[in-house]
């Protein structure tokens, strides 16, 4: 029964199309691989816009299938195999003690993971584990490491399972003792989020650490597209001297693996391990948005911008009264890595003057020739500290099909991106709004998936403007009222939030500091001559019960 649960599941995957090849569909989650070793072997159990291959590796040249020799398959419930799961059966791979002071493990080569680094590194990614490791180990001084982002194995692993049931390592932290139990199985996980400074750890659902020291850059694992191995699981190399063996025997009924950070929601959702093993997890909401135009009036061009860039043109345009100034003559505080100027054919919107100008910005654009030695592209904008912005990204489809990735600020925010995939009259839009965390927004341009036919990134035109929208008004229609108080309430206690989530002095946090900001704005902003600040008693005493109620419920649950 319990090879069934599977093997049903990965089927309804396959019927709904999360399978699918990006170049023409795109994805409907993010990139995920999941092992259940359901077939007694090393083969992924299912997939979502990814692809993977775990091998046997020995790290120490003239060294082979030592690892192979001390992995066994099994099942659960069986003479000298760990006890079933609280749903029944379930298949496992094991390891003992790995020879050579356990300077091997489970080399992963993936494809469809997304890079967020101009290097070629994932800046947000989530790894969950079933494990179980047996009490006949020594509680006292067994180590596991759990994966290595050294694919050479030169050092030590990146994350353990301690001596008496620890779990964690150097920057990001360990857990105090006995948060796990031997010879009892447990859902692990850890979600790194570079972009968002956070760090967690979970076991059956719950959080047992979290950290904001997350500038370690040994934490940056591969994406797709690094040559050989991009991590290693169960991988470990001791540099003491003389050497430890930081291996021990344990179990693992199911591994999956994601280029995303889930959410704390996600994480408690998971709970503790399953004869099913880990499901995939549906794609996070993008950031921004992605829309269609082919005039001005569509497009933000009142404001106070800090640049406003027509990439790949020498000469400045004017549309509707805003400059775009010409990308190749030199701008402070902006820089494109791996970008060169090329000319396209001329869209065409219209006659009128502001429609010319318009056309004329898109005729040209900035390209990333993709190569083994530079295979992303980098723009980089100056920006002030805790001030809040509007991004816009114009995209034409005068060069071609063409299929890219786009990251700002370490978070993908579009996948597999198509700028021809659109109507013949229309162009591409991509906004988004957030608050500066340092002094620098970065926008990353990275090559599609190895199957598409082009893959090389392009951009026509950009605009940052700094917005001045009123502290509490999520939704930007100046008035800061029992809506947004919603929105806060519906994220009290977050650590992963956002302005839409209602943080807002950008710390991360939806708590009492952000209640006292929204209370503080609290009114009409439209006109002058509305109360601004004043709160309407009635809805402002509705929407701080609503907080308060929401946060109450929160900490009962």
């Known amino acids: ?27 409907l989650c993010a990139a995920t691989v999941v092992w259940n070793f359901d077939e007694n072997n090393l083969l992924s159990s299912a997939a979502c816009d990814a692809t993977a291959v775990m091998s046997y590796f020995d790290a120490d040249p003239g060294v082979t299938q030592t690892v192979q020799k001390a992995t066994t398959f099994g099942v659960t419930g069986r003479v000298g195999a760990p006890s079933n799961m609280a ?18 493990g489970y080399a992963i080569d993936h494809t469809g993971f997304h890079a967020t680094t101009a290097d070629g590194r994932m800046q947000t990614w989530t790894m969950v584990m079933d494990i179980y490791v047996p009490s006949t180990v020594d509680p006292t001084t067994s180590y596991n490491g759990m994966f290595n ?11 353990y399972l301690g001596p008496y049931g620890t779990l964690g390592y150097g920057s990001l932290g360990t857990t105090a003792l006995h948060a796990w139990n031997y010879s009892q199985w447990h859902r692990v996980g850890l979600v790194y989020d570079r972009p968002g400074h956070r760090a967690s750890y979970w076991i059956d659902g719950a959080k047992v650490l979290e950290t904001t020291n997350v500038a370690d850059d040994r934490y940056l694992l591969w994406a797709s597209g690094h040559a050989g191995a991009d991590l290693i699981y169960q991988g470990d190399r001791s540099v003491d001297s003389p050497p430890n063996n930081y291996t021990s025997t344990m179990y693992t009924s199911s591994l999956s693996l994601a280029d995303f950070a889930y959410s704390d929601a996600t994480m408690q959702a998971l709970g ?15 950031l921004g948005a992605l829309s269609e135009f082919n005039s001005p009036a569509q497009l933000d061009l009142t404001g106070n911008f800090r640049y406003a860039i027509d990439m790949g043109s020498a000469t400045p345009w ?7 100034q010409a990308g190749q003559s030199g701008i402070t505080g902006y820089a494109a890595d791996g970008f060169a100027p090329a000319q396209g054919n001329r869209p065409e919107f219209g006659d009128s003057p502001s429609l010319y100008c318009l056309e004329s910005v898109l005729e040209t654009a900035a390209w990333h020739e993709v190569t083994a030695q530079k ?7 100056d920006v002030t500290v805790g001030k809040r912005y509007k991004l816009q990204l114009l995209f034409w489809k005068a ?6 990735d786009v990251s700002v600020e370490g978070r993908l925010v579009l996948d597999e991106f198509n700028p021809s995939s659109n109507s013949e009259e229309e162009a591409f839009l991509y906004t988004y709004e957030f608050t500066a965390a340092d002094n620098e927004v970065n926008i990353l341009f990275a090559p599609g998936d190895p199957s598409c036919e082009t893959r090389h990134p392009v951009l026509n035109a950009l605009t940052l403007e700094m917005i001045n929208q009123i502290p509490g008004d999520i939704d930007g229609d100046n008035v800061v009222d029992a809506e947004d108080a919603a929105v806060v309430a519906s994220h009290w206690g977050a650590s992963d939030a956002g302005w839409e989530d209602g943080d807002f002095n950008a710390d991360g946090l939806v708590n009492a500091l952000d209640a006292s900001i929204l209370a503080a704005n609290w009114g009409d902003h439209r006109a002058e001559s509305a109360p601004c600040g004043v709160p309407e008693p009635l809805g402002f005493v509705l929407a701080l019960e609503m907080i308060a109620a929401f946060g109450l419920r929160r900490r009962r649950a």
């Open 149 to 159: 982002s050294d694919t050479t194995l030169s050092n030590g692993a990146e994350w």
């Open 1 to 27: 029964m319990f090879l069934m649960h599977r093997i049903v599941s990965r089927l309804f995957l396959v019927s709904l199309g999360l399978v699918t090849w990006a170049c023409l569909h795109g994805a």
């Open 318 to 324: 004017f549309v509707s009264g805003l400059q775009f």
């Open 375 to 381: 295979p992303n592209g980098e723009i980089t904008l």
């Open 272 to 286: 503790g391990p399953t004869v099913a093993g880990i499901p995939i997890v549906n794609e996070p909401v993008r």
């Open 87 to 104: 749903d029944g059966e379930a298949r496992y791979l094991r390891h003992g003690t790995l020879p050579n002071y356990g300077h091997g």
């Open 399 to 404: 060069f071609g099909a063409r299929w890219f």
